[in-house]
């Protein structure tokens, strides 16, 4: 609905134009002035990036683009890949968005981190060779080679002086001793050589059980294995050269036998598989150290740590370096099957035989008072050191900072019973379950009478859950628990079931005849499944239940299972399940459709900085979360003329999460005050001369690469109080305007756009028939990118603007009107900017230098722009400083 309003909107704010621009004066001409110092700095053009709240001026349809709305961000697998699990590593970026956090991923098994950009040389290289190592397989080559924008980097490169050193960086890599390092030493030769040094051995031993004892070349075949096995550990092997020598030497095997002729190109053939030089670097693949399945993945502090059914690792993607801990280092078992990081530096690490910590420097363990689970740990939950939560597959645990406990306490009130209680706690479950409970309760409590007044009660939290735990969430008083049969919340206070209805049997009844009514119109072995799930979550051995029992029905989605959650704050909740994800927003659920593509499982969802993460097994997909913003700029106006001339700006944008972004924004130019005289010019009082607007934008994107906006102002222009001379009313004009704009992104580095200004009635003072024009104005645009890197990026941009009033002169002319605008914007990080533009109006006579520059400092940004003076006659606005605050929420 929205993008038909935006394209009817548009079409009625252009109709006018054609009609209306017959004349050729304009009337409120400081609706053309630039507001913004940042964009003044850059040659007064800011049409093709409107980013920010002064886009409420420039082009409405900014407010449609990140970071003004919230925009999704694809990062594909690759044909064939897999992503299995993500982490974010915090960055040193001063950024305030999802830029902050590297993504780091297992794809297809392996350690992987996401890079704009293409491959290097050398990745590229080993992806083209034959996958000896494993490390690239032909699926893998073929997504190197058709990701856009950026790829899976799966290894690092590194520089070696000489062959010998690569065991002193393989080393250092992997973090254990050099006389430890030979069998990954290995590795690398095999993968960088891009042959396995077994084949050698294998060739050379095959070929010295078919070699005649008196072949007269057999020295020379001995030497060249000799130098192939020498060039392999010297980096020295050609890959396409041995890849053609090895397929002639298995061809020649194949038989068995060898001819003297096929001796001869072998004895002689082996220089054309060894370079004349080693090669200057190698590729370690990042999972070099990593020899099992990955169970469970994480970050914290910077780090990334791997849980692996061989051991727990850190790797230190700065300085590439990994560190791996085993039973010797107090784990109680080395098959690692969830981590979840805990304040600082911590990480709470579980296993199939309980869980222990990692606080950054070692592992430490609970001690037996504490009273740990020793089970197979599934999920953990840290809100800190003193509030973990952890989940075995069929039970809940808490530790208080004291102890583990797998139940909550509730102290007996005034008329309350064990029924009260468990009506109160496990509302649903209590039920369907109530002889159940109240058995398992009495028996963990001990109770043989009556309760009093005061008296501590433990609820079990393990007849809660009706299906294996599969993950956790936490916030706040807030438990999140995922099952392979529903999603569930405590709060500290009572247990709530989703995804499943109350259905209470009003007569003896089966429960295929329960199923049949549920899906009347479902095919049978939807009723079968549905048969089957009723008698598992209410754990009814029988096919019938009598009259008035009660059971849980599976309702919807959130009954299914459940991959992943997240818990960005302690009213809402994100929850990925068999059928894609859920949100949960103060008590309401609803289906999470920001993108057409998460209709999938979502096995992972993580949460930072108030952005969010969603992956799939073939994507992962970063909303990136919009800011608001608010601008003001003063600056004083054609400083020449007057000291009492000054303009003001003042926008904002408000951004929404399911209807595109809102903009305010008001423009005030002051003329300062004037004497107000008489016929003869004696002066008798004084006025004040300003022009006013109030303008109301909305922008939305239209499609994956295309938004659109439109402005609504209104219009005060007051000149005078009263008429001069004998002219009746005031000097007092009033009109409304409409804008549109449209920014496409052809693609990452370039941009166009165009927008269509102050398209309105005319305006009239005091003489309707003296009425005049609003400066009507089109404007195409584009920015491109010239560099863009997480510390520098360079952008230019260029704008032509075009008034269309009085259209009616030749050709020639309405060429010449066209004003041209130049810039170039340039960031160190987030930190500062310098811009420069120019400005080139040939009828006006204009002509002029602008610079810029901003400081950043968080949220908070300062703009400044500067236009020399020059040439009087073609620099109106010399000396002219305009200074803008910008501040994002």
């Not at 994800?581 to 999470?592: A, K, P």
């Amino acid at each position: 609905m929205k993008k038909i309003i935006i394209y009817f909107a548009l079409l009625i704010g252009i109709q006018p134009v054609v009609v209306l621009a017959q004349v050729s004066q304009t009337a409120v001409p400081f609706l053309l002035i630039a507001p913004g110092a940042r964009a003044g700095g850059m040659g007064e053009t800011f049409v093709s990036i409107a980013d920010d709240a002064t886009a409420t001026h420039w082009n409405p349809a900014g407010l449609g683009k990140y970071p003004l709305s919230p925009d999704w961000i694809e990062l594909p697998a690759g044909q064939g890949q897999k992503i299995e699990r993500i982490a974010l590593v915090k960055n040193d970026m001063p950024d305030n968005n999802y830029k902050q956090y590297d993504i780091w991923a297992v794809v297809s098994g392996r350690i992987a981190e996401w890079v704009a950009g293409k491959p290097s040389g050398v990745e590229q290289r080993i992806a083209r060779q034959r996958p000896y190592f494993g490390l690239y397989t032909p699926l893998e080559t073929l997504a190197l080679a058709s990701l856009k924008n950026g790829y899976w980097k799966k290894g690092i490169n590194r520089i070696i002086d000489n062959p010998k050193s690569l065991k002193s960086i393989v080393a250092r890599f992997a973090g254990i001793e050099e006389n430890q390092a030979e069998p990954l030493v290995k590795k690398i030769l095999n993968l960088n050589n891009g042959m396995n040094f077994d084949q050698i051995d294998t060739f050379q031993q095959t070929i010295a059980q078919l070699l005649p004892s008196d072949y007269q070349y057999k020295d020379e075949i001995n030497a060249g294995f000799a130098r192939l096995k020498g060039a392999w550990s010297e980096l020295k092997i050609d890959t396409r050269g041995y890849s053609k020598f090895s397929k002639i030497i298995s061809d020649d095997l194949a038989d068995r036998q060898l001819s003297t002729a096929e001796l001869d190109s072998l004895a002689f053939g082996f220089d054309t598989a060894i370079s004349k030089t080693p090669r200057a670097d190698v590729y370690i693949p990042y999972d070099l150290v990593i020899n099992s399945n990955i169970n469970c993945y994480e970050s914290h502090d910077g780090m990334v740590y791997v849980g692996t059914d061989s051991g727990f690792y850190r790797f230190d993607p700065k300085g590439a370096r990994w560190k791996s801990y085993g039973l010797a280092d107090s784990l109680p078992s080395l098959k690692i099957t969830a981590l979840e990081k805990m304040g600082r530096k911590s990480i709470v690490v579980g296993t199939d035989s309980g869980l222990v910590y990692f606080n950054g420097i070692k592992i430490k363990t609970y001690s037996p008072n504490q009273a740990a689970p020793s089970g197979h740990i599934v999920s953990i939950a840290a809100l800190s050191d003193q509030d973990i939560w952890a989940a075995t597959e069929t039970d809940l645990y808490h530790y208080d900072g004291a102890t583990w406990k797998n139940y909550a306490f509730d102290d007996v009130t005034v008329g309350e019973d064990l029924t009260k209680i468990m009506a109160k706690f496990y509302r649903a479950i209590a039920v369907i379950d109530s002889t159940g409970l109240k058995n398992e309760i009495v028996a963990l409590n001990d109770l043989s009478g009556e309760l009093t007044v005061g008296q501590k009660i433990k609820l079990p939290f393990a007849p809660n859950f009706r299906g294996k735990i599969t993950n956790l969430a936490a916030r706040d008083k807030n438990v999140w628990i995922g099952t392979d049969n529903g999603v569930i919340l405590y709060n500290s206070e009572a247990v709530y079931h989703f995804g499943y209805r109350e259905y209470k049997a009003a007569k003896d009844i089966t429960i295929q005849e329960i199923a049949e009514s549920f899906l009347p119109q479902g095919d049978t072995a939807k009723i079968n499944r549905l048969a089957e799930k009723i008698k598992s979550f209410n754990r009814i051995e029988g096919d019938v239940i009598s009259a008035n029992s009660t059971v849980l029905v599976y309702a919807n989605v959130l009954g299914s299972s459940i991959y992943s959650i997240a818990a960005p704050t302690s009213k809402k909740a994100y929850v990925g399940t068999a059928y894609g994800v859920v949100e949960y927003n103060d008590g309401v659920w609803s289906r999470y459709a920001k993108t057409e593509t998460i209709r999938t499982p979502v096995h992972s969802i993580k949460n930072e900085s108030g952005e969010l993460w969603f992956a799939t097994t073939d994507h992962v997909y970063v909303l990136a979360q919009a800011s608001g913003q608010v601008t003001f700029m003063h600056s004083n106006y054609l400083v020449q003329l007057a000291s009492d001339l000054y303009y003001d700006y003042f926008a904002i944008a408000y951004p929404t999460s399911e209807y595109g972004t809102f903009g305010m924004g008001i423009t005030f130019l002051s003329y300062g005050q004037q004497d107000r005289t008489n016929e003869i010019g004696t002066v008798i009082g004084q006025f004040n001369s300003y022009d006013f607007a109030w303008t109301v934008s909305y922008g939305t994107k239209l499609a994956r690469n295309l938004a659109a906006g439109i402005s609504g102002k209104v219009i005060l222009s007051h000149l005078a109080d009263v008429g001069a001379g004998l002219e009746k009313g005031k000097g007092v004009g009033f009109s409304g305007a409409v804008d549109g704009g449209i920014i496409y992104e052809v693609y990452p580095k370039l941009t166009l756009a165009s927008t269509i200004t102050n398209i309105g009635p005319e305006i009239a003072y005091i003489d309707a028939d003296q009425a005049d024009p609003l400066p009507r104005k089109l404007a195409v645009a584009f920015a491109y990118k010239l560099v863009e890197s997480p510390f520098n990026r360079l952008t230019i941009v260029g704008e032509a603007n075009k008034l269309l009033v009085g259209l009616n002169n030749s050709l020639q002319t309405e060429i010449d009107e066209i004003i041209p605008h130049i810039g170039a914007e340039y960031w160190y990080s987030n930190y500062f900017a310098l811009r420069a533009g120019y400005v080139y109006d040939k009828v006006g006579v204009q002509h002029y230098v602008t610079l810029g520059g901003s400081l950043q400092y968080n949220r908070l940004r300062i703009d400044l722009s500067y236009i020399p003076s020059s040439n009087e006659n073609t620099n109106r606005l010399g000396n002219t400083i305009r200074i803008s605050l910008n501040v994002a929420y």
